[in-house]
Protein backbone atom coordinates (compact mmCIF):
# COMPACT_ATOMS: atom_id res chain seq x y z
CA UNK A 1 0.00 0.00 0.00
CA UNK A 2 2.87 2.54 0.84
CA UNK A 3 4.47 2.01 -2.81
CA UNK A 4 1.08 1.95 -4.44
CA UNK A 5 0.35 5.51 -2.46
CA UNK A 6 3.84 6.94 -3.49
CA UNK A 7 3.23 5.54 -7.19
CA UNK A 8 0.02 7.80 -7.24
CA UNK A 9 1.89 10.96 -5.63
CA UNK A 10 0.38 10.33 -2.25
CA UNK A 11 2.08 9.38 1.45
CA UNK A 12 0.82 6.75 3.86
CA UNK A 13 1.25 8.11 7.13
CA UNK A 14 -0.50 5.46 9.33
CA UNK A 15 -2.07 2.56 8.57
CA UNK A 16 -4.20 1.28 12.09
CA UNK A 17 -6.17 -2.28 11.76
CA UNK A 18 -10.00 -1.27 13.79
CA UNK A 19 -12.48 -3.39 15.34
CA UNK A 20 -15.99 -1.92 14.16
CA UNK A 21 -17.04 -1.44 10.81
CA UNK A 22 -14.01 -1.27 9.55
CA UNK A 23 -10.86 -3.50 9.26
CA UNK A 24 -8.36 -0.55 8.60
CA UNK A 25 -8.20 3.48 8.66
CA UNK A 26 -5.22 4.35 6.31
CA UNK A 27 -3.64 7.63 6.58
CA UNK A 28 -3.07 9.24 3.32
CA UNK A 29 -1.21 12.68 2.97
CA UNK A 30 -2.05 13.60 -0.82
CA UNK A 31 -0.77 17.17 -2.44
CA UNK A 32 -4.81 17.89 -3.79
CA UNK A 33 -7.89 16.25 -3.91
CA UNK A 34 -7.53 14.90 -7.69
CA UNK A 35 -4.46 13.00 -6.25
CA UNK A 36 -6.40 11.60 -3.06
CA UNK A 37 -8.98 10.81 -5.42
CA UNK A 38 -7.04 8.43 -7.84
CA UNK A 39 -5.16 6.90 -5.09
CA UNK A 40 -9.33 5.90 -3.77
CA UNK A 41 -9.95 4.47 -7.26
CA UNK A 42 -6.95 2.75 -7.52
CA UNK A 43 -7.57 0.74 -4.33
CA UNK A 44 -11.43 0.50 -5.10
CA UNK A 45 -10.98 -0.70 -8.62
CA UNK A 46 -9.08 -3.64 -7.42
CA UNK A 47 -12.47 -5.21 -6.18
CA UNK A 48 -11.71 -6.05 -2.60
CA UNK A 49 -11.84 -2.57 -0.78
CA UNK A 50 -14.20 -0.26 -0.08
CA UNK A 51 -13.87 3.38 0.90
CA UNK A 52 -14.84 6.33 3.06
CA UNK A 53 -12.74 9.14 2.01
CA UNK A 54 -12.84 12.24 4.74
CA UNK A 55 -11.26 15.73 3.76
CA UNK A 56 -9.64 17.15 6.86
CA UNK A 57 -8.81 20.54 7.57
CA UNK A 58 -5.96 21.88 9.96
CA UNK A 59 -6.85 24.56 12.41
CA UNK A 60 -5.68 27.36 10.44
CA UNK A 61 -7.44 26.55 7.25
CA UNK A 62 -10.84 25.70 10.07
CA UNK A 63 -10.14 29.47 11.37
CA UNK A 64 -9.91 30.95 7.98
CA UNK A 65 -12.96 29.22 6.67
CA UNK A 66 -15.25 30.58 9.45
CA UNK A 67 -13.60 34.13 9.28
CA UNK A 68 -14.68 34.12 6.39
CA UNK A 69 -18.21 33.40 6.81
CA UNK A 70 -21.33 36.16 6.57
Keep these: ?14 LYLVMGQYDF ?7 DDITAAKASLAWGS ?11 FTEDEFRSIVAALP
Excluded at 1 to 14: F, S, T
Design 1 to 14: MRKACRALGAELEA
Design 46 to 56: QGNVSSETLRA
Design 25 to 31: VALVEAP
